[in-house]
């Protein structure tokens, strides 16, 4: 495990905190977090797709207002800026999930704890809930195939005061993931998904059945309008990358989408986050708020991801990486930097808002 407190205070921007994470981290935990499936195509075409968008900028625009504010699900977020659900940050600082969310909780962002933290739930939520400008607390969760486990997960989350479910539906099986394999990483004793001790022990693996007979416990549509039932929580899907698939969502009565292919660790050569995100939002035709991650790492990024049809975004391995170079603290850093490179893009584009973003601030050719 890496990680330190010290640290991150000549990190000029995100590169700098992934380099310093890097010195910190053994080859296996690194191989964990940096890495994505197979050839990693994705996990570079994620952030070549951010990269690849143009901005086409206005000027001598009246900016006297100009704010990041953000409406979403009943709630004003200072930013449109929440946690990815990652697991086992106890591999990156000794405070894991419960570190990063309150750096969060500080800088008025949100945050979504996944359902493989290696701290408990209520314990992320005690930091979190105790911070007046904090932003949204949401939970992530994986349908295990037993309703009765997964139900009551769902009512922990629903006691401890989360405000919203967010369930993962691109990962009925994990990726191919050479790096991790090549580099020999497992947990270490001490880190573990806390909420799946005493979880109902899977039938043994069917050699003769595809992936090893694990597909028969994969959620289906029914599994989500079984879910949608059982909470008064808002219920977000997470992995969409398909038009007919979102408007399936919204029919079954989801409250939002994030459209995901998880950080390009599942399924290698898939679509770009976006690039599917546009295609989603015209679809949709703003029936549903649209969130994304995938490869955001600067202000740039959240400004091009508001232009096509994003309400917010969600950060995965750049916070993290800022967790394992200089803690808690490192995270809070990279948050507020964020913040004001987004406020620097608006103002360079002639936006007051991320109202005022739409696809023409982007290249013609988009």
């Known amino acids: 495990m890496g990680g330190h407190l010290s640290g991150g205070a000549d990190a000029a921007g995100p590169a ?100 493989m933290s290696s701290i408990a739930l209520e314990d992320v939520a005690r930091h979190v809930l105790a911070e007046p400008a904090r932003g949204p607390l949401w939970f992530q969760l994986y349908l295990s195939g037993d309703r009765g486990f997964d139900l ?26 050479e790096r991790e394999r090549r580099a020999g990483f497992r947990l ?35 599994d989500v309008a079984w879910l949608r039932a059982q909470t008064r929580l808002p219920l977000l899907l997470k992995g969409v990358l398909r038009a007919d698939d979102a408007r399936q969502a919204a029919a079954l009565g ?46 740039t990024d959240v400004l091009k991801a508001a232009a096509l049809g994003a309400r917010a975004v969600l950060l995965g391995r750049a916070p993290l990486f800022a967790l394992a170079a200089a803690g808690p603290q490192g995270v809070a850093q990279s948050l507020r930097r964020l913040r004001d490179e987004l406020e620097i893009a608006l103002a360079l584009t002639g936006c007051a808002s991320l109202a005022d973003a739409s696809r023409a601030l982007l290249e013609p050719a988009q």
Do not use: K
């Open 152 to 177: 009551a997960l769902v009512q922990r989350a629903e006691a401890a005061g989360f405000e919203a479910l967010v369930l993962t539906v691109d990962a009925p099986v994990q990726g191919v993931r």
């Open 254 to 299: 989801a409250a939002g989408l994030v459209i995901s292919n998880h950080g390009g660790r599942t399924l290698d050569t898939v679509t770009p986050t976006a690039t599917a995100l546009p295609r989603i939002a015209d679809a949709l035709g703003g029936a549903l708020p649209l969130l994304v991650d995938g490869g955001i790492r600067r202000g």
């Open 16 to 115: 700098d905190f992934e380099a310093q994470a890097r010195e910190r981290l053994d080859d296996p935990t690194w191989a964990w977090l940096a890495g994505g499936a197979a050839d990693e195509i994705s996990l570079r075409g994620n952030r070549a797709a951010w990269e690849a968008l143009a901005l086409w900028p206005h000027v001598l625009r009246p900016l006297q207002q100009a704010h990041t504010r953000v409406e979403l699900l009943g709630r004003t977020l200072a930013a449109p800026l929440l946690l990815a659900p990652v697991a086992y940050q106890r591999l990156l600082h000794p405070l894991g999930e419960a570190g990063s969310a309150l750096a969060a909780a500080t800088q008025g962002a949100g945050v979504v704890l996944s359902a």
């Open 188 to 222: 270490p004793d001490g880190v573990a998904a806390v909420h799946f001790a005493g979880a109902p022990v899977p039938p043994p693996p069917d050699p003769a059945a595809m992936c090893a007979g694990l597909l028969a416990r994969a959620p289906t549509w029914d």
